[in-house]
C-alpha cells in the first residue's frame, strides 16, 4: 500500500446509498414478507444456516444488501464473483478450492454473483456440479426473471425468494436514517426538508431506495447553507432528479380520479386522453402491473366480444412488461391501451355474467338435464345420465336445437348481444 493509497478512504468517497447498506438484519428495511422476525429465512441467516438462494426483484430493493448482511453474518468463507468476467476456469478454480477447505478444514465457502442472469450456460453447467453436492453455497442476486435467464438444474437446487418494491414508508425510513446518521449518512449537516420535497423523492423512487438517497445525496451537498442550515425545497428536489413534480397521491382521492379518467377515457374512446392519463400515470410511478390488470379487465368489460382481439392485446402487454420491464414495456402498454380507445364497444359479457350471478342467487339451483349429465363412468346409463344427448357436431353447421338449462331456469336470457363490432 502507498502513501496514496493509504490516504484514499473509499468509504468518505461512495455514493449514500452505498454508505448505507444495512450492516445486520436489524438495519435492513423491507422485505418483512421473508425477512420479518420468526420468518424462515431470517431464521436461517440467523442460525448461520443458508442454503442456496436466488435473490429476485426490482432495482433497489436490497438484494446485494442482503447477500452483504449474511456475508457479515456466516463464518463461511464469502466470495463475490462477476457473471460477465469471472469465467470457467476461475468458477472451477473457485470450487475446487472449495472442495479443499471443506474437506480438509471443515470450513464452508458462500459464493454471491449479482446479476446472476448474465451468467452463460457454461458459467452455470460449471458452477452446478458443486451447488448440487453442496461443496458451496450459492446466492445470486438479478432483476430478470430466473425462470427465463437460468437453467432448470440451478433453480431447482435453490430458494427464490421475490423482493417487492418498497413502499412509501420504507422509503421515509430509509432516507431519515440518512439524514440522522452522522457516519455513514448526512447527520454532520444541517438539513430542513420540506414535506413537498421528500414526497416528491418518494414517489420517485418508485420503491427503489437507491433511487431516493441519490437524489437526497445531490440535494444535501448542492445546497448552499444558509447561517448553517441547507433548506430543501420542492424546487430543488426536482432538480436533483431532474424530474418535474406530478401531482398524484397515491393513498388519496386524486389517485382514485386519475385512474377514473384513465378507465373512462378508454371507455369513452378517446385515445389521446387515454395516453395523456396513461403518461401520467406512468410518470408518477404508478405499479406497471397495476396499469396493466386494469387494461385486462377494460380490455373484456368494455370492448368484449365486439373485438375479442383486444384481449389478446392486453395480455400480450402483460406478458411484455414482465419480459422487457420499463420503460421499453410502456410501448406495447400504450398499443394495449389505443386498442382499447379505438375498438367498438360492447359491455354485453359483463352484463350477461351479473345477470347470472343475480339470477343465481336469487334462485334454487337448477337440476342438470338427464341428457346433458355425465355418463363416462360404468353405471351411468341404468341411471339414465347422457341418453338423448345431440352431439352438435353430427348435424349441420355443427348446431342442433336441444335444452341445455335446467326446466326452472328456461326462458331466462343472461347474454344479450351488443350488435357493434364482430359481435354484430
Not at 433511487?211 to 430543501?232: D, F, K, Q, S, W
Not at 387515454?274 to 385486462?296: C, K, M, Q, S
Not at 350477461?352 to 341428457?371: C, M, Q, S, W
Request: charged content about 20%; aromatic content about 8%.
Amino acid at each position: 500500500m502507498d502513501l496514496f493509497s493509504a490516504a484514499f478512504d473509499q468509504h468518505l468517497v461512495a455514493p449514500l446509498a452505498e454508505r448505507m447498506r444495512p450492516r445486520t438484519l436489524e438495519e435492513f428495511i423491507g422485505q418483512s414478507h421473508f425477512l420479518g422476525v420468526g420468518k424462515l429465512l431470517r431464521r436461517a441467516i440467523e442460525a448461520d444456516r443458508v442454503s442456496s438462494l436466488i435473490l429476485y426483484g426490482p432495482p433497489g430493493t436490497g438484494k446485494t444488501s442482503l447477500a452483504q448482511v449474511i456475508a457479515a453474518k456466516t463464518t463461511s468463507r464469502f466470495i463475490r464473483i462477476n457473471a460477465v468476467t469471472s469465467g470457467v476456469k476461475e468458477i472451477r478454480e473457485i470450487t475446487l478450492q472449495a472442495a479443499d477447505d471443506l474437506h480438509l478444514y471443515g470450513k464452508r465457502t458462500l459464493v454471491f454473483c449479482d446479476e446472476v442472469h448474465r451468467f452463460n450456460k457454461g458459467q452455470q453447467d460449471a458452477l452446478l456440479p458443486a451447488v448440487e453436492n453442496g461443496t458451496i453455497t450459492f446466492i445470486g442476486a438479478t432483476t430478470e426473471n430466473p425462470f427465463f435467464e437460468l437453467n432448470s438444474a440451478l433453480l431447482s437446487r435453490s430458494t427464490l425468494f421475490r423482493f417487492e418494491l418498497l413502499i412509501p414508508s420504507e422509503i421515509r425510513l430509509g432516507l431519515d436514517n440518512a439524514l440522522k446518521d452522522t457516519v455513514r449518512g448526512l447527520g454532520s449537516y444541517q438539513v430542513e426538508i420540506t414535506p413537498e420535497a421528500g414526497e416528491h423523492w418518494i414517489n420517485f423512487a418508485n420503491g427503489d431506495l437507491r433511487r431516493a438517497l441519490n437524489a437526497l445525496e445531490l440535494a444535501v451537498l448542492t445546497t448552499p447553507p444558509e447561517n448553517g442550515v441547507r433548506h430543501i425545497s420542492l424546487e430543488i428536489a426536482e432538480e436533483s432528479i431532474q424530474q418535474r413534480s406530478i401531482r398524484f397521491d397515491k393513498a388519496g382521492d386524486n389517485h382514485y380520479d386519475i385512474i377514473s379518467a384513465f378507465i373512462k377515457s378508454m371507455r369513452g374512446s378517446d385515445p389521446d386522453a387515454a395516453l395523456y392519463w396513461l403518461a401520467i400515470l406512468l410518470e408518477a410511478g404508478e405499479d406497471p402491473r397495476f396499469i396493466v390488470r386494469r387494461i385486462i379487465v377494460h380490455a373484456s368489460e368494455d370492448v368484449g366480444l365486439a373485438d375479442p382481439a383486444v384481449m389478446l392485446q392486453a395480455h400480450a402487454a402483460a406478458n411484455a412488461l414482465e419480459w422487457l420491464g420499463l420503460p421499453e414495456a410502456r410501448i406495447p402498454i400504450a398499443q394495449a391501451v389505443l386498442a382499447i380507445a379505438t375498438a367498438p364497444k360492447s359491455n354485453s359479457t359483463v352484463a350477461g355474467i351479473d345477470r347470472a350471478l343475480a339470477y343465481v342467487k336469487k334462485h334454487p339451483t337448477g337440476e342438470v338435464p338427464a341428457h346433458l349429465k355425465d355418463h363416462s363412468y360404468p353405471g351411468a346409463d341404468m341411471l339414465g345420465h347422457g341418453q338423448g344427448y345431440l352431439y352438435p357436431h353430427a348435424y349441420p353447421n355443427h348446431r342442433v336445437e336441444q335444452t341445455y338449462l335446467p326446466p326452472n331456469v328456461q326462458g331466462q336470457t343472461f347474454y344479450i348481444p351488443s350488435g357493434m363490432g364482430q359481435e354484430r
